[in-house]
């Protein structure tokens, strides 16, 4: 089977742009999650989708956002770039929510300037 | 919000040395994992421990969980520079089985 695949690999934006990423989770994986990882935080869970539907919410402000497709593909997007957003945004998928492994795609490198 | 915390946040040893990794967690939890990241990687699983385990073993991997003490332990025995990497601890809890992951301990293996 193929892991999970983040698009693209590294992007740069300034500050006030959006920013769309992308993962395309392992085949029959229902469930995406999203973390931010920065020096400074460490790995801070954003959210996750299961069948379309946000299922769980971190402590992150409404400019980040994201949404998943009926073939489990999630996206997620940020709007009105800050400096702080610079971070590795990893996705990670799993067969359900009841499964505790977590499978990681490689990441997307942000860098807003 | 961090729930584990690993300690050190770094470690520096030689090649064939055994390394070992402290985990301490604040709430009860159901699982604890441990992943592994190599720079700017995404993180791959290693082990998964459940609360009412206390110790399991995968190849040169050793976990240990202590509940009364919320602490865990990954000891890497007969470490290779190929083990250089940064690992973290994970724990979830309640019923959304999310893993909330700690700050790593960043570990070098000097051949």
């Known amino acids: 089977k193929a892991g999970v695949t983040q698009t693209p690999r590294y992007l740069i934006k300034t500050r006030g742009q959006q920013v769309t990423l992308s993962c395309s989770p392992i085949?029959?994986?229902?469930?995406v999650s999203w973390y931010q990882q920065t020096p400074g935080q460490g790995l801070q869970f954003l959210f996750e989708?299961?069948?379309?539907?946000?299922?769980n919410k971190g402590n992150f402000p409404g400019r980040f956002s994201g949404r998943q497709f009926s073939n489990s593909r999630s996206e997620m997007n940020v709007s009105t770039l800050e400096l702080g957003d610079s971070a590795l945004y990893l996705c990670?998928?799993?067969?359900?929510?009841?499964?505790?492994?977590?499978?990681f795609g490689s990441g997307t490198q942000l860098s807003v300037l | 919000s961090q729930q584990g915390e690993e300690d050190p946040q770094a470690l520096s040893i030689q090649e064939g040395e055994n390394a070992t990794m402290n985990c301490s967690y604040k709430?009860?939890?159901?699982?604890l994992q441990w992943y592994r990241q190599n720079s700017g990687r995404g993180l791959v699983h290693l082990i998964l421990?459940?609360?009412?385990?206390r110790e399991k073993h995968s190849g040169r991997l050793r976990v240990t969980l202590d509940t009364s003490k919320k602490s865990s332990s990954l000891l890497i025995t007969a470490s290779r520079a190929a083990d250089t990497a940064s690992y973290f601890c994970?724990?979830?809890?309640?019923?959304?089985?999310?893993?909330?992951f700690g700050r790593g301990t960043s570990l070098i293996v000097h051949p």
């Open positions: 990670a998928s799993r067969p359900g929510t009841g499964v505790e492994k977590l499978f």
């Open positions: 989708y299961f069948s379309e539907t946000q299922r």
């Open positions: 994970a724990t979830d809890s309640g019923g959304s089985y999310i893993p909330t």
């Open positions: 421990i459940r609360s009412n385990e």
């Open positions: 085949s029959g994986h229902r469930s």
């Open positions: 709430t009860s939890i159901n699982n």
